[in-house]
């Protein structure tokens, strides 16, 4: 059986947190376990951030949290491959996004374009606002989450709290 959307979302979650205990137990004595766990800590933020606002019904707003989460899963795989670099990134002094992406051949080039154009920005672009309007063209005040969109059924949705923390699972039938 295939796993739901959710399920690989909370393992990824789940993953994330097994990694950042890894970097944060050497993080005291290791500049690269450091720099690395912060990038790691701040694309989990940016991920729960993005997928609250889906959950939210604000989808197409989540993207906006997308692109600064493009930007640190590149800021990893810059780590990965100049870990000389882990000194200047802790200090602020790394080259910019855009300059550490063309470093390492990244592949959000035409995306990041998408996000400037239709979410990080201010715009009137289809992309950009055809959700906020109802099939009359009234304003939609209000966006609502379709379940759907994660691939599970509306009825096997819920929420539960662990850890005092929100986490969204889908259960299984019996």
Do not use: W
Request: charged share 20%; with cysteine; proline share 5%.
């Amino acid at each position: 059986m295939h796993p739901s959307r959710v399920s690989v979302i909370d393992q990824t979650l789940a993953l994330m947190d097994e990694c950042l205990g890894i970097f944060e137990r050497e993080a005291g004595h290791d500049v690269y376990a450091r720099a690395c766990g912060l990038a790691l800590l701040k694309a989990k933020n940016l991920s729960v951030g993005a997928l609250s606002l889906q959950f939210d019904g604000l989808g197409q707003e989540a993207g906006a949290l997308l692109r600064p989460l493009i930007e640190y899963m590149e800021l990893l795989t810059y780590l990965r491959q100049f870990p000389d670099r882990a000194d200047a990134a802790v200090n602020d002094e790394l080259p910019s996004a855009g300059e550490r992406a063309m470093a390492i051949s990244g592949d959000f080039q035409g995306l990041r374009k998408h996000l400037n154009l239709h979410a990080s920005h201010s715009s009137y672009s289809h992309y950009s606002i055809s959700h906020l309007f109802n099939p009359d063209f009234t304003f939609r005040k209000m966006q609502t989450f379709v379940p759907q969109v994660l691939g599970v059924p509306h009825e096997s949705f819920r929420l539960r709290t662990a850890d005092g923390l929100p986490d969204i699972v889908a259960h299984q039938q019996e």
